[in-house]
């Protein structure tokens, strides 16, 4: 059972490029999230789906693009990557919202120069 | 603004101490979750606590709920250098809306 897999593990950008982030999950959940988590702090909430073709924003969102067109898969996508968004990047899903447990993947450091 | 804040944010102790680390809000969860973080690694669920006063005990982890659900308590007894890491608190509000929401992190260094 392989859990949530997240693509590619580090990445370098230039700045004004884009790209996707990849998140897939294998254990059927409905929810899924995606955070980023700057040096020694904490995770910031980006955007999260309640289920396919559902997705709202969470904390930090600008700059930022999701799309929920299956349950297993919840991309990111960065358009015209910017410095202030070098961090490393975390997808989670659970199965129904409040109060379940949140399994992450194991991240994608992004560097943007 | 930050949603839930956490104290202190750097705790480095001897191995055998005791320490509490906390987890604050002027806001209502209706659930909280501590996680322990590894370096490279995603966050790991310790515990959820649901009732306000609930009080929850893994092994040497004692995590309480406060009878409000705005805060919460993380109480290590005689630390040891594999509870070294950074322990992350999460809320889901209770506005009904499946959104959790991290504290700011304690890093936690044991030294034997």
């Excluded at chain 1, 990557?81 to 989670?92: G, I, K, N």
């Excluded at chain 1, 949140?102 to 450091?109: A, D, Y």
């Excluded at chain 2, 995603?42 to 649901?50: E, M």
């Excluded at chain 2, 004692?62 to 322990?87: E, M, V, W």
Aim: hydrophobic content about 35%; overall charge positive.
């Amino acid at each position: 059972n392989a859990g949530v897999t997240q693509t590619p593990k580090f990445r370098i950008l230039k700045i004004g490029q884009s790209m996707t982030l990849q998140c897939t999950q294998d254990m059927n959940h409905n929810y899924m999230y995606w955070y980023r988590q700057d040096p020694g702090m904490g995770l910031k909430l980006i955007y999260y789906s309640v289920g396919a073709g559902i997705t709202d924003k969470g904390e930090v969102p600008n700059g930022y693009n999701v799309s929920r067109s299956t349950t297993e898969d919840f991309p990111l996508r960065l358009e015209l990557a910017a410095p202030s968004q070098t961090s490393v990047y975390f997808c989670a899903s659970s199965p129904q919202g409040a109060n379940e447990k949140l399994f992450f993947g194991s991240g994608t450091q992004l560097s943007v120069l | 603004t930050q949603l839930l804040e956490q104290s202190p944010q750097f705790l480095s102790i001897q191995e055998g101490e005791n320490l509490t680390v906390y987890c604050n809000s002027s806001s209502v969860f209706s659930s909280l979750q501590w996680y322990r973080q590894e370096p490279g690694e995603g966050p790991v669920l310790l515990v959820t606590v649901v009732t306000g006063g609930e009080v929850k005990k893994l092994k040497r982890l004692t995590f309480q709920f406060g009878d409000a659900r705005k805060d919460s308590s993380l109480h290590i007894t005689a630390a040891q250098p594999g509870d070294t890491g950074l322990y992350l608190c999460a809320g889901a509000r209770a506005s009904g809306t499946y959104k959790y929401i991290f504290g700011t992190g304690t890093r936690l260094k044991v030294l034997a």
